[in-house]
């Protein structure tokens, strides 16, 4: 047993095996390491591994590989919960402090079907499918959807998403996400607080991306009411320090 007990931590170790599994993937982890197990025996060992805290249940299915390194975060599962989101919005902006009101809520968005062309009816419309809340066992997901050019088209790859296994929005392309949702009618979000701190946004890239977004005019609305809300008495009052 215990010669068994340590093929399944190499395994868990190994920097190829996936930080976020699936049954179905552990299984194949298995039969290639020559752990042959039977169905019941399969589901004991899984009971085992996620009482001895190696795996982390996300939902039925779903683990977080608690031996993986880096340790691995709740975020990473998104996409396997919404294929194709990507961590953005308050999450991210709450990740690098630019918050005051920090969100554990694992905020995503995912994009819409792109247009269709040669005069066809576009696609665009909100998926109620791809949208709303989930809540699993690693914590609660959000998606919001958006147009499918806002995500894919909106400026280069380093400008839109942190280099990393999983998706994972720059935070200058998610205070944007935030932005496009406050001002489209057809979201329920409102449009980021004045409260946010900019200082850790890259400007030049903000600027970029607002452009390739469609997003320069809101973006120098909101810019402009953010700099009266800081000019405020009572907010110059309120601030850390005064």
């Known amino acids: 047993m215990t010669l068994q007990v340590d093929r399944v931590l190499k395994i868990l170790r190994d920097p190829d095996c996936p930080r976020v599994l699936t049954t179905g993937e552990l299984g194949q982890w298995f039969a290639m390491a020559n752990i042959v197990l039977s169905e019941a025996t399969f589901k004991r060992w899984l009971a085992r591994m996620r009482s001895a805290g190696l795996i982390k249940p996300v939902r039925r299915g779903l683990y977080l590989n608690a031996l993986a390194q880096p340790p691995v975060q709740p975020d990473e599962a998104a996409s396997h919960i919404c294929r194709g989101a990507i961590v953005s919005l308050q999450k991210v902006l709450g990740d690098i402090g630019a918050l005051n009101n920090f969100t554990s809520w694992v905020t995503c968005v995912v994009a819409l079907p792109p247009e269709k062309h040669q005069g066809a009816q576009p696609t665009y419309g909100f998926a109620r499918a791809s949208t709303g809340k989930v809540e699993t066992q690693a914590g609660v997901f959000t998606f919001q959807a958006l147009p499918f050019d806002l995500i894919h088209r909106a400026g280069s790859l380093d400008d839109c998403l942190e280099p990393l296994s ?70 110059r009052r309120n601030a850390p320090g005064a």
């Open 166 to 235: 999983y998706q994972r929005a720059t935070p200058e392309k998610a205070f944007l996400d935030w932005l496009y949702l406050g001002t489209t009618p057809r979201s329920h979000m409102t449009l980021p607080p004045y409260d946010i701190d900019l200082k850790p946004l890259n400007r030049p890239r903000l600027q970029d991306l607002a452009s390739g977004m469609g997003l320069s005019k809101p973006l120098e609305q909101w810019i402009a009411g953010k700099t009266a809300f800081d000019r405020a008495p009572g907010t």
